[in-house]
């Protein structure tokens, strides 16, 4: 049993107990350390990641050794490196739990049956998919928008959760920013 995905799909779409069946046998549930990678840079990406318990970040390593934190997922997020896993070439990212995570990995051929087996997630992943990619395009816009400062008020409101689950080197080289100017600007508008 996944109470968190199926309730997760449950709110996007009916599942049949059948259905449900298909999906709990198409998952496979991993405990991850803190810091633990489910792959790194390099690797092929094998999965989609439902994250049922926890934090995972993506994040890639610039030119200068300086890693560059991509994006966060919590409970009820999935995460993966998507072009890596439909190509099945390496990735140009790791992934890595930022605390303590179990997640529910859904391997690509399995996703593959999966849907074939039960066209109800094909909505699903759908509607998802498209609300994630919403997101990635907001965020852009706020890039090239928002100054440092905000930012950090944006994130801040929008995500609480993650101010206090992830490090703070973590989040300033979410935001753009280096740990340094991040603390002036959480000293500026205590938070």
């Known amino acids: 049993m996944y109470p968190n995905l199926e309730a997760h799909i449950a709110s996007f779409v009916k599942l049949q107990p059948a259905g449900l069946e298909i999906l709990r046998a198409s998952l496979k549930a991993t405990d991850l350390r803190k ?3 489910l792959f790194r840079e390099g690797e092929i990406c094998r999965a989609d990641y439902f994250v049922d318990k926890g934090c995972l970040r993506m994040f890639f390593i610039d030119d200068k050794g300086t890693e560059r934190t991509t994006q966060f997922a919590i ?3 999935w995460m993966a490196d998507y072009i890596s896993l439909e190509r099945q070439t390496a990735s140009g990212f790791s992934l890595q739990a930022v605390e303590a995570t179990r997640v529910l990995a859904l391997e690509r051929n399995a996703c593959e049956k999966l849907l074939t087996a039960v066209p ?3 909505r ?3 509607i998802i998919r498209q609300r994630a990619y919403a997101a990635s395009q907001v965020r852009m816009k706020y890039i090239y928008d928002f100054s440092g400062e905000e930012m950090y008020r944006h994130f801040s409101r929008s995500y609480p959760g993650f101010i206090q689950r992830v490090p703070q080197y973590m989040v300033a080289s979410f935001l753009g920013m280096t ?5 002036e600007i959480r000293k500026r508008t205590g938070r």
């Open 124 to 126: 699903y992943f759908r």
């Open 179 to 183: 740990p340094e100017y991040l603390s």
């Open 75 to 77: 409970e009820n997020w």
């Open 120 to 122: 109800a997630l094909e």
């Open 35 to 37: 810091k633990e990678l």
